[in-house]
């Protein structure tokens, strides 16, 4: 079973989600959190939410009266201002994107990266616009 991000965004207090699998952006995370903390913009892995994932692998069962893990997540999951995020999007694809940086052993997903940080930065946009949260979800 594989993991992957999705891309969330909290507007008023509903979660809205991108639902597309970013394999790369999970299987290349900390490599990424390493680039963001030399950028000096928020963590990439300080906005991944296991909500999701630690529901999905427990016995446990909603609370009444809700209806998915977004509603957990909204309310207690890890999230950032859109703002940071658009912030922290921009400079990866900017960094990425103009140096020579190798992700991955024997093949780079360097491409596949920087077009996820793009989707990503669509989601975290909006959620900027609609002055809301954004994160990512952790996704079995």
């Not at 991000?5 to 790369?24: H, M, T």
């Not at 995370?29 to 928020?42: G, R, S």
């Not at 529901?55 to 201002?81: C, H, K, R, V, Y």
Request: charged share 30%.
């Amino acid at each position: 079973m594989s993991m992957v991000l999705w891309a969330n965004i909290l507007v008023n207090g509903v979660v809205e989600s991108d639902e597309a699998d970013k394999y790369a952006l999970y299987k290349h995370a900390k490599k990424i959190d390493e680039l963001t903390k030399i950028l000096q913009v928020a963590s990439f892995m300080s906005i991944h939410d296991c909500t999701d994932m630690e529901f999905n692998i427990s016995e446990q069962e909603l609370p009444d009266g809700m209806e998915s893990t977004d509603e957990l997540m909204a309310i207690n999951g890890l999230w950032i201002d859109g703002s940071d995020a658009v912030d922290m999007l921009e400079r990866l694809i900017d960094d990425i994107s103009n140096n020579s940086i190798k992700f991955g052993m024997l093949s780079n997903d360097k491409d596949i990266i920087v077009d996820e940080l793009k989707e990503s930065l669509v989601f975290a946009k909006k959620a900027k616009e609609l002055d809301g949260k954004f994160n990512f979800s952790v996704v079995m």
